[in-house]
Structure formats: structure tokens, C-alpha cells
């Protein structure tokens, strides 16, 4: 059975910085692009990072520059570190797997892996 599971979110204020954690068990890490989503209530959840097995990365416009994504194997744990938080980042942050790195990789339906969020609040 797969399982993920995000921590590290919590309410900060603008300019801050937070390191969000996801641990999964149940899949073969190693080789499975792993990403993150974020949804805010009544929008649809939007894209923000993924990590392939080989290191490549690629970030939504809105974080670029501001989030960075990295991955440990060994740990079967993948982050996501954002700085210069602004109100605009408050949303749940999903982190999400694909075993296959086959098909949209920035389209969540190409997920089927998911963990059950941790919200982000950004105070202004």
C-alpha cells in the first residue's frame, strides 16, 4: 500500500520561508517522479514542482526562483523548500508520486499517488 504523508506546513507571515516534507513508503521511490500540488478551497489544484528519479526538476512560473524541490533516495522523502512567501502561496500542499514518469508531468490526473495535504497559510 502506498502512502505519503506531508508535514511542515503551518501559518507565517509574508517574507518568511518554510520546508515541507513528504515520506512515502509502499512504491519504489527511487524511480518515481515526485511532485507537489496546491489547491486552495474551491479552485482547482495547480501545479507547483516536480522531481524526477535523475534530479530534474521543473517549478510553475509563480514559485520559480522562490521554491526548490529536492528528493533523498535513501530517505524516500522529498521537500519542498519556499522562501519569500507571499499571501498568494496560502493553499493545502499536496505531494504526489508517479511510479511510471509517463504522461503530463504537471497534470495531476498523471498522479496516482497522493498525500492527504498540509496547509500553508501566508499572513500579510
Known amino acids: 500500500q502506498v502512502q505519503l504523508g506531508e508535514s511542515g506546513g503551518g501559518l507565517v507571515q509574508v517574507g518568511d520561508s518554510l520546508r515541507l516534507s513528504c515520506a512515502a513508503s509502499g512504491l519504489t521511490f527511487s524511480t518515481s517522479v515526485m511532485a507537489w500540488f496546491r489547491q486552495t478551497h474551491g479552485k482547482e489544484r495547480e501545479f507547483v514542482s516536480f522531481?524526477?528519479?535523475?534530479?530534474?526538476?521543473s517549478y510553475s512560473d509563480s514559485v520559480k526562483g522562490r521554491f526548490t524541490i529536492s528528493r533523498d533516495n535513501a530517505k524516500n522523502t522529498v521537500w519542498l523548500q519556499m522562501n519569500s512567501l507571499v499571501p498568494e502561496d496560502t493553499a493545502v500542499y499536496y505531494c504526489a508520486a508517479d511510479p511510471s514518469e509517463w504522461g503530463i508531468l504537471r497534470a495531476p490526473s498523471t498522479y496516482p499517488f497522493w498525500g492527504q495535504g498540509t496547509q500553508v497559510t501566508v499572513s500579510s
Open positions: 522531481i524526477k528519479k535523475g534530479g530534474t526538476t
